[in-house]
């Protein structure tokens, strides 16, 4: 192989993964799935939205929604679900939004079209069972789509959501969650925070409850209104 051959393929090589890195993470990707990852930048409109639930901890933070009057979205997991119906379903009352995050929380890359299938498909049927409401939004565990994606959710009707900003909840003190948020608010932002942490019982979450009872009226005070995710993205006026 010449010099210039082999400099040809390790570009092309080097392109396709560029390609393939940006399919599986960029937020803005469409690459393995229509995916959206804010609203209009017309409306001062935000939307809240909360991964890895329903938890043991879920009831505290829809306590503070109430308080607020805010409503917000959750990605769920089937198996929490499964665990957790009444949880699920008090979430479905508050007025909340439910998308889907898969069964078990397992990353969808590297994996064939049929677990992605079959993780998406079993999750969309616990919600519906169980929760008594039907999906039309999903998160990807982790943000990171695969190929075989797109099919499963053509399959369900399932819209990808990425987020805005991402408060890192699960890492960052509730100042600091605070203070990144705020760094990165905009019209039509959909913020990703966590009210559960994979499929464990019992998650601390107690810095991300501390930062949405704090969120909430400064998000209000600079004008702007909580919306669900089907909100944000088809407003009624
Ligand atoms: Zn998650």
């Not at 998406?120 to 789509?145: D, H, N």
Request: aromatic share 6%; hydrophobic share 40%; net charge positive.
């Amino acid at each position: 192989m010449s010099e210039v051959v082999a400099e040809g393929l390790v570009a092309a090589l080097c392109g396709a993964g560029a390609i393939m890195a940006y399919g599986v993470r960029a937020r803005s990707s469409t690459l393995f799935g229509p995916s959206v990852y804010h609203g209009s930048p017309a409306r001062n409109a935000v939307a809240l939205t909360f991964d890895d639930g329903p938890s043991e901890s879920t009831p505290a933070l829809l306590k503070i929604l109430d308080e607020h009057q805010a409503q917000a979205t959750f990605f769920q997991c089937g198996a929490n679900v499964e665990r957790l119906g009444e949880v699920a379903r008090a979430v479905a009352r508050g007025g909340h939004e439910i998308g889907n995050h898969t069964y078990s929380h397992r990353p969808l890359y590297l994996h064939s079209s049929g677990f992605i299938e079959n993780e998406v498909t079993r999750a969309q049927e616990s919600i519906v069972k169980i929760a008594r409401v039907k999906p039309t939004l999903f998160r990807a565990p982790f943000g990171a789509r695969w190929p075989g994606l797109a099919s499963a959710q053509r399959k369900l009707g399932l819209l990808g959501v990425m987020w805005t900003v991402i408060g890192r909840d699960w890492k960052l003190s509730a100042d600091a969650i605070v203070a990144r948020v705020m760094r990165h608010i905009c019209n039509g932002a959909i913020v990703c925070l966590h009210d559960g942490r994979k499929l464990q019982t019992k998650p601390e979450i107690g810095e991300t409850l501390q930062a949405v009872g704090r969120l909430i009226p400064l998000l209000k005070a600079r004008g702007y209104r909580l919306e669900t995710v089907s909100q944000l993205l088809c407003p009624r006026n």
